[in-house]
């Protein structure tokens, strides 16, 4: 089966880099019933991360984030690719990006188990269309 790729929308909100600051938002998302696609938590500065999230249903997600009072930023535009797991699967879609001289603003992949993967990729906004046409979306 080839890749499957489409375009995700996502969201960001800024927290404190200290323990429990995460775990405060996720447990104020699961109180609410918010289910994810994916999350990605990471530190930006001195004192601060990003976490990011793509819920599968935005407006039970931006409810949950009003309720509790968590800064959203977005929705901003990523590609989430799945397909079978092999080797080589990252570097053909990374080559296909190369090949139209895109750069990667970041990309997660992980293999997600029974012979599966899964991963999300970051370009600029101004790339967005381009990559779109070279992972063959439209």
Sequence with gaps: MAEKVQRIEYY????????????????????????L??????????????????????ETFLAATKKANIKIVGPRTAFLIQGDDRAGAVADTVAKLKQAQI????????????GRYGAILWVKAKDLESAAKALGIS
């Design 12 to 35: 960001y909100t800024i927290v404190p880099n200290k323990a429990g600051a995460g775990a405060a938002v996720l447990d104020a998302l699961k109180a609410e019933g918010v289910n």
């Design 37 to 58: 696609v994916a999350f990605l938590g990471f530190p930006i500065s001195w004192g601060r991360a990003q976490l990011d999230f793509v819920p599968y249903d935005k």
């Design 103 to 114: 750069n990667i603003t970041a990309m997660q992949a992980v293999a997600s188990g029974e």
